[in-house]
């Protein structure tokens, strides 16, 4: 079994910044993308963020330049800088891995149990 725990949600003042972690734990053979989505109030969970194992990077194009994704290999671990926030980046934001179990096993995907952000003053 694999497990997601995202970290480093919160309020914040717009403008303000915050860094997200999502550490995966359990049987795990390796990792290949990580990602980042985030669910806004009333709306569909969307993509914020992926990485491959490599370092790849792919954003969704509204928020390259304010949103930097990262990962730590040996920690099992991917980050999300988020800079510049504005009242519409509020949303539950979720973690999520392909990672293969075992290895004589394919890939899964998993995900973290969601972090709320709140960008208001």
């Known amino acids: 079994q694999v497990q997601l725990v995202e970290s480093g949600g919160g309020l914040v003042q717009p403008g303000g910044s915050l860094r997200l972690s999502c550490a995966a734990s359990?049987?795990?053979?390796?990792?290949?993308?990580m990602g980042w989505y985030r669910q806004p109030p009333g709306n569909q969970r969307e993509l914020v963020a992926s990485?491959?194992?490599?370092?790849?990077?792919n954003y969704a194009d509204s928020l390259k330049g304010r949103f930097t994704i990262s990962r730590d290999n040996a920690k099992n671990t991917v980050y999300l800088q988020m800079n510049s926030l504005k009242p519409e980046d509020t949303a539950v934001y979720y973690c999520?891995?392909?990672?293969?179990?075992?290895?004589?096993?394919?890939?899964?995907?998993?995900w973290g149990q969601g972090t709320q952000v709140t960008v208001s003053s």
């Open positions: 999520n891995a392909r990672v293969v179990p075992w290895s004589w096993t394919s890939a899964s995907t998993y």
């Open positions: 990485i491959s194992s490599g370092g790849s990077t």
């Open positions: 359990g049987s795990i053979f390796r990792i290949n993308d």
